[in-house]
């Protein structure tokens, strides 16, 4: 399970010209499930990112976590972060879990999110969506929950 964490000032997402989630200063994490993933991986991936210290404090250092500054969350299912470029000019998403496993972990990396007290926007799974966001910083993280080697 891969997730691109931005710290914003706001951001929303839309899709069909309605807005399905807005939030203001926060995180927006762009969450890409992989084939093997598993609920372990999106309740580690959850906990990491609640947990992770990219907000600033006091001395302007990146130092608070979500939970210690009130930040809202935007999770928006982004099947391409799953995409391999290293062969020809077109990427593959051979990589990316079908969406009959991807939804319920999506749904569950939402709901350990809310569990831990974050207030959680989202956008639709599947759907073609606009995000728009103001990138505070800009911050920008690249997080990932692999599955153990079998």
Same mark, same amino acid.
């Given at each position: 399970?891969?997730?691109?964490?931005?710290?914003?000032?706001?951001?929303?997402?839309?899709?069909? $010209?309605?807005?399905?989630?807005?939030?203001?200063?926060?995180?927006?994490?762009?969450?890409?499930?992989?084939?093997?993933?598993?609920?372990?991986?999106?309740?580690?991936?959850?906990?990491?990112?609640?947990?992770?210290?990219?907000?600033?404090?006091?001395?302007?250092?990146?130092?608070?976590?979500?939970? #210690?500054?009130?930040?809202?969350?935007?999770?928006?299912?982004?099947?391409?972060?799953?995409?391999?470029?290293?062969?020809?000019?077109?990427?593959?998403?051979?990589?990316?879990?079908?969406?009959?496993?991807?939804?319920?972990?999506? #749904?569950?990396?939402?709901?350990?999110?809310?569990?831990? $007290?974050?207030?959680?926007?989202? $956008?639709?799974? $599947?759907?073609?969506?606009?995000?728009?966001?103001?990138?505070?910083?800009?911050?920008?993280?690249?997080?990932?929950?692999?599955?153990?080697?079998?």
């Amino acid at each position: 399970m891969k997730a691109v964490v931005q710290r914003v000032t706001r951001a929303r997402v839309t899709s069909e $010209g309605a807005e399905l989630g807005a939030i203001g200063p926060g995180m927006l994490v762009l969450l890409g499930v992989l084939r093997g993933d598993a609920p372990a991986q999106a309740r580690a991936l959850a906990e990491k990112v609640a947990l992770f210290r990219f907000f600033r404090d006091a001395e302007d250092k990146m130092n608070l976590a979500a939970l #210690e500054v009130g930040a809202e969350v935007l999770v928006v299912s982004q099947f391409t972060l799953a995409a391999d470029g290293r062969k020809g000019r077109r990427p593959s998403f051979d990589r990316a879990a079908p969406p009959d496993e991807a939804v319920p972990l999506y #749904e569950l990396f939402v709901a350990e999110l809310r569990a831990r $007290g974050l207030r959680v926007a989202t $956008g639709r799974f $599947g759907a073609r969506m606009e995000v728009e966001l103001v990138n505070d910083g800009p911050v920008t993280f690249v997080l990932e929950e692999t599955a153990p080697a079998a």
